[in-house]
């Protein structure tokens, strides 16, 4: 191998790119890859912190939905008990209105067989005047005999 001028300019020109390079240009693409390397960086760290909220997330879902389906069986449990109440309460209200019916209606009853029962003590004495007529062939007195006949019409 020959050395002579051509290699030792082409030595010297080749040095003066690399240290203008490194003087120049690997600064710039020094601090280029470092920003780089930093946004990957905090980009990790952002996608790692998403995780762990993501997660913290899911862990308060879950704990929400179960706060809930426990909030939810407790209304059923207090509507069944509402509606079981209202039932017994209108079960009762409707003894009471049986019960106050029935003894109205009793009342009712009563009151109509002590008006027949007048009716017929009036009859009966009405029939005992007559009959009393027929047998004697006369006339009774009814103003004579009305009390008579009122303590017969009430012993009976």
Known sequence: MNINLTIIGQSLSFLFFVWFCMKFVWPFIISAMQERE????????AADRASHDLELAQEKAVQRLAEAKTEAASIVDAA???????????KNAAREEGDR??????AEIEQEVNRAKEALRAQIATLAIDGAEKVLQGTVDKKAHTAMLDQLAESL
């Open 38 to 45: 930093q946004k990957i960086a905090d980009g990790l760290a």
């Open 80 to 90: 069944n008990k509402r509606a079981n109440q209202i039932i017994e309460e209108a």
């Open 101 to 106: 019916l029935k003894a109205a209606a009793q």
